[in-house]
């Protein structure tokens, strides 16, 4: 079975469709797992799009999505509910959250359906299987999994992103924006947020279960480019 990780899509509803339609053709008639780590919503002009597509998809014949919190949709959360504080809602507002507003119709982020506000709050924070750990932001080095903290699964950034530690799992993750535009493949972890809706791309990685780390990358315009170093 394939597995395609999908990065930061922020209501890029067309890139998603296209980039899903690519990945299609490449598994063919195999079986293929599909892997969201997170940010579905916010800055780009079609969350409720992306939403309705992640929340009502049954998958279709040999696809299944796998879809992972991240921290967009955690802001989102605290916006909308009913012991939000001020500050809950301008630090979604201006991450974002107005442009998810417009895409739902709605002045209040209380309004957004309660589908959607429920389809968020069950989202498992990672995936872990054949040797990688999917999970939006990354992880705290030198902190063992089970105590890893929820902040630093949908926030972190330092010193995750600079540490050449070996986290026994090979982490794929979204969250901090790749200013080439291209994925980022470390040793230890890939970063999958190719800037979707900065103007990038947005970008799948193929697995295979023989492997932890990536087989080719995909984008949305239909690019296939292989890495150029591989992690057995």
Same mark, same amino acid.
Request: proline share 6%; charged share 25%.
């Given at each position: 079975?394939?597995?395609?990780? *999908?990065? /930061?899509?922020? #209501?890029?509803?067309?890139? $998603?469709?296209?980039?899903?339609?690519?990945?299609?053709?490449?598994?063919?008639?195999?079986?293929?797992?599909?892997?969201?780590?997170?940010?579905? *919503?916010?800055?780009?002009?079609?969350?409720?799009?992306?939403?309705?597509?992640?929340?009502?998809?049954?998958?279709?014949?040999? =696809?299944?999505f796998v879809c992972l =919190?991240?921290?967009?949709?955690?802001? &989102?959360?605290?916006?909308?509910d009913i012991e939000r504080? /001020?500050?809950?809602?301008?630090?979604?507002?201006?991450?974002?959250?107005?442009?998810?507003?417009?895409?739902? #119709? @709605?002045?209040?982020? %209380?309004?957004?359906?309660?589908?959607?506000?429920?389809?968020?709050? %069950? &989202?498992?924070?990672?995936? @872990?299987?054949?040797? =990688?750990?999917?999970?939006?932001?990354? @992880?705290?080095?030198?902190?063992?999994?089970?105590?890893?903290?929820?902040?630093?699964?949908?926030? *972190?950034?330092?010193?995750?992103?600079?540490?050449?530690?070996?986290?026994?799992?090979? @982490?794929?993750?979204?969250?901090?924006?790749?200013?080439?535009?291209?994925? /980022? &493949?470390?040793?230890? =972890?890939?970063?999958?947020?190719?800037?979707?809706?900065?103007?990038?791309? $947005?970008?799948?990685?193929?697995?295979?279960?023989?492997?932890?780390?990536? &087989?080719?990358?995909?984008?949305?315009?239909?690019?296939?480019s292989r890495p150029t170093?591989?992690?057995?």
């Amino acid at each position: 079975m394939l597995i395609f990780a *999908i990065g /930061d899509i922020h #209501g890029c509803f067309e890139k $998603l469709m296209s980039l899903l339609a690519v990945c299609d053709e490449i598994r063919g008639h195999r079986s293929a797992q599909y892997v969201f780590v997170g940010d579905y *919503i916010d800055r780009g002009p079609q969350s409720r799009e992306v939403m309705d597509v992640l929340v009502g998809s049954t998958g279709r014949q040999g =696809r299944s999505f796998v879809c992972l =919190r991240g921290n967009h949709e955690e802001m &989102l959360l605290r916006a909308a509910d009913i012991e939000r504080t /001020d500050r809950d809602l301008i630090n979604w507002w201006g991450n974002g959250g107005e442009q998810t507003l417009d895409s739902y #119709g @709605i002045d209040d982020p %209380a309004d957004v359906p309660r589908e959607h506000l429920d389809w968020i709050r %069950a &989202l498992p924070l990672m995936k @872990i299987e054949h040797g =990688r750990l999917f999970v939006h932001a990354g @992880i705290r080095p030198d902190v063992p999994l089970a105590s890893q903290s929820e902040q630093d699964l949908l926030w *972190i950034r330092e010193p995750f992103l600079s540490s050449d530690l070996d986290h026994e799992l090979f @982490i794929v993750h979204g969250h901090t924006p790749v200013r080439s535009r291209a994925p /980022d &493949l470390r040793a230890n =972890r890939l970063n999958l947020d190719t800037g979707a809706c900065f103007g990038g791309p $947005l970008t799948a990685a193929v697995f295979v279960p023989s492997r932890a780390g990536p &087989l080719m990358f995909v984008n949305d315009s239909g690019e296939i480019s292989r890495p150029t170093a591989l992690r057995d």
